[in-house]
């Protein structure tokens, strides 16, 4: 009974260190780092505190609020969090680079129970996937990368992995190898072997989704529905069905029951594996493999919301509803679909992939069946902003009735805004005239916080692509737009996300587009496109005078109010120049960066600056008790204990952000 009362204590004063100690220091280390950090202290600590102390009385006895009222008591404590705060700055100095994740909120709010049991889970998982990766030779061949142009090595050990690690570490796999403006071919060779095997889900099984998911009984809503699907993934599997109102056959697309807990569980072991593997890696920090992965886990997070896909095909779909290239898009019944379920209109078609047959019988001419295809996708990136974002042979298909082309699977869709799209108009125009200053206004547009970019040198890097693509027959797609993902980070920038996207959208499509038609040129298409949409924007006025008269009165009438306030502006502004009381005002707080740059340099300064005043005070205090014979002594020494021991939090914390800085940096 005494040591189980001895055993109590323990623990609670170990979650006690643990809590206060992670709030004291904002430590973002792993849960399994912060409890060795406890661990060791208070292993250490009880062991000194016992041999100096303990073990001269009789503690077991004691009452549990007086042991821990004793002074004693309360210096192993100080102590015990102390040095379990310094091992959390050897943690943090050690640890890997941050890549500026940070924990979802959803997972700070869960209970503590369920986060540590979904830690612990996390931990086992993640000891899993890195033994797997050491089985297949992953340190031994990031070693070999080293030393050999050849990474085919690497290839194997990685693309092993990723299919041992199974469900969503194989998607991720797969979705890498449609990158081949980051990978070598031969990495895109082995990830495009990557296959995930995925069982169909039982009958009773569907029957449950649809009557969960289905506003009423599937009876009712359809006359017929064929349990064995026509395709089944990771994400969901798709039934053919016939609607009971109208007759019309459809298809129905289903969400897998166990996809969300399977991203509960594996996306943040992914993440984790991701970083370990660029921690280990300079070519995994090269690729920017972390960023990838990010990428994936929110493009994964929208494509299990089939409210996401519902209104993505809704609005391309209303988006080109104007467009003279006419492409089909299935009506989606939005009143049937909903997050588990989406049901589109059937698609009589077949997969430009393997429909070289059909391109026959229906006499289609490839040549102009891939510019209607690529000419509606210039369309939704460069005019509406709305645009397709996986435009591989399996989303676009022919139309067995009329031969034209019909876009599908709208669960990854990109977002261009205004200025973004005007960006890959000057890029496309750009390339085509072989112009590095209109390359460098399309940077400009299309790169986050380009402040800093030395004009001269960027377009003199921009020359040099333009010459590897100069005097050629058809320019090489992939590669130009890697060179240009690798200017980019050379310059310290990156692209906005959905420009990110919109580029390797391109890459997809051509890849496609080959498909379709071996010899087209994308780039060459591009020029003809831009030349037909100038022309068509000088003959608008005169084709349609009604509209551009009724579009003009409205572009006078936003501007006639600012039009309006320009004399009285212009009288201030004289008097104000007559006065003299103009003056030009220019400081370090104008740019945002600065002023957070100089608010949190300033805020570290004050927080040094308390520390050592907390350790000067003390170290005099000490010093002053020590010729003091009275009682009033042991209140200055502990005084200047307590202002010691905050000095050292202070320190501790404020080495913590530095280090914290310079991985960040």
């Known amino acids: 009974m005494i040591y189980a009362k001895l055993i109590v204590q323990i623990i609670l ?7 206060v100690s992670g709030k004291l220091m ?65 943690f943090e100095l050690f640890g890997p680079m941050d890549n500026g994740e940070r924990k979802s909120s959803t997972m700070r709010q869960r209970p503590f129970l369920l986060r540590l049991r979904s830690q612990w889970r996390g931990q086992k998982r993640m000891r899993q996937v890195i033994q797997i990766a050491a089985k297949n030779g992953i340190s031994r061949a990031l070693k070999y990368t080293k030393h ?26 797969q979705v890498l190898s449609t990158r081949k403006d980051l990978f070598s ?41 064929d349990m064995i699907p026509l395709a089944s993934a990771s994400i969901g599997q798709v039934h053919k069905a016939v609607l009971k109102e109208n007759n019309q056959q459809v298809v129905v697309k289903l969400l897998r029951p166990d996809v969300k807990s399977m991203i509960r569980d594996d996306l943040n072991i992914l993440l984790e594996f991701v970083r370990w593997l660029t921690d280990k890696s300079s070519w995994a920090e090269r690729l920017g493999l972390c960023e990838l992965a990010l990428g994936f886990a929110d493009n994964l997070k929208e494509e299990v919301n089939f409210e996401i896909e519902k209104r993505n ?60 295809v690529l000419y509606s996708f210039f369309d939704q990136m460069l005019y509406s902003g709305i645009f397709h974002a996986d435009p591989h042979p399996g989303n676009i298909f022919i139309d067995k009735t009329d031969g034209l082309p019909i876009l599908l699977d709208f669960g990854a869709v990109g977002r261009l805004a205004e200025p973004q799209q005007e960006g890959m108009k000057i890029f496309l125009m750009g390339i085509q005239h072989n112009d590095a200053n209109m390359l460098y206004d399309a940077v400009t547009l299309l790169v986050e916080d380009h402040d800093h970019i030395d004009r001269v040198k960027m377009e003199q890097a ?3 692509i333009l010459l590897r693509i100069s005097y050629v027959e058809r320019i090489p797609t992939d590669e130009l737009i890697q060179a240009f993902f690798k200017l980019v980070r050379e310059f310290g920038l990156s692209f906005y996300p959905s420009v990110g996207i919109a580029m390797r959208s391109i890459i997809t499509l051509e ?13 060459a298409e591009a020029k003809e496109y831009s030349s037909d949409y100038l022309t068509s924007l000088l003959k608008k006025p005169f084709k349609e005078p009604k509209v551009t008269k009724e579009r003009i009165e409205e572009e006078f009438a936003l501007l006639l109010p600012a039009l309006r306030k320009i004399p009285r502006r212009v009288d201030k502004l004289v008097q104000k120049v007559e006065s003299g009381k103009i003056i030009l005002h220019h400081d370090i707080f104008s740019d945002k960066n600065n002023a957070q740059f100089v608010t949190h340099l300033f805020s570290r300064f004050i927080l040094l600056f308390v520390g050592i005043t907390f350790g000067i005070i003390s170290v005099s205090l000490l010093a002053i008790a020590q010729f003091i014979e009275t009682a009033y002594a042991v209140y200055l020494n502990t005084a200047a204990f307590v202002g010691l021991f905050l000095c050292a939090v202070l320190l501790v914390r404020l080495s913590i952000q530095a280090i914290r800085l310079m991985k960040r940096h």
């Not at 004063?13 to 809590?19: A, G, K, N, P, R």
């Not at 072997?193 to 969960?212: A, F, H, R």
């Not at 080109?320 to 989606?332: D, T």
């Open 185 to 225: 071919p031969v990495f895109i060779r082995e990830l495009e072997k990557l296959q995930q095997n995925v069982e169909p889900l039982q009958e009773s099984d569907v029957k449950k989704i649809l009557d969960k998911s289905l506003p009423c009984s599937m009876e009712d809503i359809f006359s017929y529905l």
């Open 26 to 90: 904002g430590s973002q280390i792993n849960f399994m780092k912060r409890i060795l950090s406890v661990f060791i202290s208070i292993v250490f600590t009880f062991f000194v505190y016992w041999y100096a102390y303990l073990r001269n009385i009789d503690f077991l006895s004691e009452d549990f609020v007086y042991s821990f009222m004793d002074v004693s008591t309360i210096i192993w404590i100080g102590s015990m969090l102390l040095i379990s705060m310094l091992l959390y700055l050897f």
């Open 148 to 173: 050999r142009d050849n990474d085919y090595e690497m290839a194997i050990a990685f693309r092993d992995t990723l299919e041992q690690a199974g469900g969503i570490f194989i998607k991720f796999g």
């Open 462 to 464: 921009l020359s040099q």
């Open 13 to 19: 004063i170990s979650l006690f260190i643990y809590y």
């Open 313 to 372: 095909a809704v609005q391309v779909k209303n988006a080109l509803k104007n467009s003279k290239y006419e492409v089909k898009i299935p009506y989606v019944y939005t009143d049937l679909s909903n997050k588990n379920i989406i049901i589109f209109e059937h698609a009589y078609g077949q997969s430009v992939a393997n429909g070289d047959t059909l391109f026959k019988t229906l006499n289609i001419d490839r040549e102009e069946f891939a510019q209607t």
């Open 511 to 523: 890849g496609t587009l080959k498909l379709i038609q071996p010899k087209f040129d994308i780039f």
